[in-house]
DNA sequence: CACCAGCCGTTCAACGTTGAACGATCTTCG
DNA sequence: CGAAGATCGTTCAACGTTGAACGGCTGGTG
């Protein structure tokens, strides 16, 4: 009734459960024609191995698990499908957590509560900071991706959110535009990726002698098209004159275009807008959407190297970016 | 240095390991001074539960495989999201894979190879038929998702695609148009999806007596906004006369979209689009997308339901759907 | 007072696998 | 001819957990 074991298959062939492991998995001494005999009672009883008694006995399980915030949102499920698939180039098998940005969530998956014993953990923190991980109570090897993480004591992967916010915004700058709007800045509690933008964007205007005009500057409370849209609206009515905005995810650039498109201003001639993650959909929106675009296949490889190295000093990976040049910008 | 058993909280405490175990899981009888200890120990030790253990010992894992075949399109995500959601509320851990629509990794997935012991698979299979996972190795419980299913002896979940489809290509009509075109067939190989959407799609035009255009049936390789955007070309190219465009994805539309903008036609005016699935994007596209709107939520409720149903008797659950009309028809 | 029921906690074995240690046989070589 | 290796396979124990069975207490009941 219950699934094949390694002892089924010895009984049926005459040998102990150990042989039927050593064929299995290429270790110890068996007979060419008794390797024979045990790969065709593996088939035909249909053998499986029990990955929970492997875990158990050898401590490994061939799992890490990926947390991420919200898969809904395009950059995370585009980064988690890259995760997978260079995971799979390494047969390692990716478990998925979402941990909507909750602190309590981030916490559980750090310290390994709820689930297996994973072999490692790849963690896009948006609550925890590094200080709050750095008493988290698992000792399985850990990557933090983002840039939410300061000095961190773990090895992370990040991109110079930095760098690549002042190259956007210099791109706008240099297509002539000088009333550029920034929008995604989150007042309320320190998010890290919206005031690294939000400072690249400030050193890209103050570079070029532009003064910071503190009204461009538009809150929202999540990084969602609706945000953006909304933010557009209030950019609008404020009567605040603009020519170009820099959203700091693509979600919110593709929300504000929406704005602007139900309200008559013409994308790129009347409002400029880059944005930032170069998310598929950024290819295919009217207009296409110029971004910033990190390197996700080399981020989740590098995530997988991390982890893989056995050298457990805290490495920062930057990871490098491009300006994708399209039609919004 | 390894990680904190049972056992060690015990001997911290001076009580068998299976005391310490029935306090974790309330079961047995335990002073109340004794409890309180114990658990005073079980956090200063930070003990966490082995999975692997406890599965291997009591042959559950909390654990369900969710195999899709792609993160990166969005109305995967989106569902993906919804069933990590749902199992959460039921304290099931979610376990992610990616098949591509590859045969060999729906297979894999199906006979439980290369993932621990599984309480449970949620399947959204492409390639595989009914017949070809009738003869899977493993007994875990499965539900299957969408339309590739045929006469299948497993539970499913999915929507009345014809019916859909129906009502989509009727929104249209009603709107007055007469020349619709339908992007998303799919010659190569029988795709259930596309085969169902375009019987929709024919079955609508006939019951108000509108001769099929043959040459209005746009083919598609995949499902992407890549290939929503050539089949868009090539109908323009083609001239053939259209005035709508039924797509049998949301992608597929928006690809759509994007080539019309860019050859200057105008949605809805010139031609009116209609997608299905109801991703986020296209409530934020340039026009916004009208499209069928499977209930996603629910269709990941079902799906856990019939997992955890005992009365193994293979359900077709029908998730309801509704037209989502917005600017784009 | 004998017996039962409710408490409280223990020991034992088993889940399926694999590293370690140990035979046994057969070659090969000094 | 004896010893050292190579070859082939076995048994044993352990990974951490928990169901089953058991053994004492205490207090109440017939």
């Not at 000095?151 to 992370?156: G, L, Q, T, V």
């Not at 700091?248 to 790129?268: E, K, Q």
Request: with cysteine; charged share 20%; aromatic share 4%.
């Amino acid at each position: 009734m219950g699934r094949t074991t390694l002892k089924d298959v010895g009984d049926h062939v005459g040998v102990s459960a150990k042989t039927v492991s050593n064929v299995v998995n290429g270790t110890g001494w068996v007979r060419e024609d008794l390797k024979v005999r045990i790969r065709e009672a593996l088939v035909e009883l249909g053998y499986r191995p029990n990955a929970a008694a492997r875990q158990l006995r050898s401590g490994r399980s061939g799992m890490i698990a990926v947390a991420l915030p919200d898969l809904s949102q395009p950059y995370f499920a585009e980064l988690a499908s890259e995760l997978v698939a260079a995971a799979e180039d390494r047969s390692i098998t990716v478990l998925i957590n979402q941990t909507n940005g909750h602190a309590d969530a981030e916490r559980r998956i750090s310290d390994g509560i709820g689930i297996p014993v994973m072999d490692g953990l790849i963690l896009s923190p948006l609550a925890l900071s590094a200080d709050d991980l750095a008493t988290r109570l698992d000792t399985t090897p850990i990557v933090l991706l983002g840039e939410h993480i300061g000095e961190s004591p773990f090895p992370h992967v990040t991109v110079d959110n930095t760098a690549a916010s002042q190259a956007a915004t210099a791109h706008l700058i240099a297509s002539g535009r000088r009333r550029i709007a920034a929008i995604g800045a989150q007042p309320s509690g320190p998010n890290e990726t919206s005031e690294l933008r939000l400072n690249g964007y400030r050193a890209a205007l103050e570079s070029v002698g532009i003064a910071v005009d503190e009204r461009l500057i538009c809150t929202v409370e999540e990084f969602h098209r609706g945000d953006g849209a909304l933010a557009a609206e209030r950019l609008i009515d404020s009567g605040v004159a603009f020519d170009a905005v820099f959203a700091f995810n693509d979600l919110l650039a593709l929300g504000a275009m929406h704005t602007f498109s139900a309200r008559g201003i013409r994308v790129p001639e009347d409002v400029a807008i880059v944005g930032f993650d170069d998310i598929e959909e950024g290819r295919f929106s009217t207009p296409s959407l110029t971004t910033v675009s990190p390197d996700k296949a080399a981020i989740a490889r590098a995530a997988l190297d991390l982890l893989a190295d056995p050298s457990t000093s805290p490495i920062e990976t930057i990871i490098p970016f491009q300006i994708m040049r399209r039609a919004s910008a």
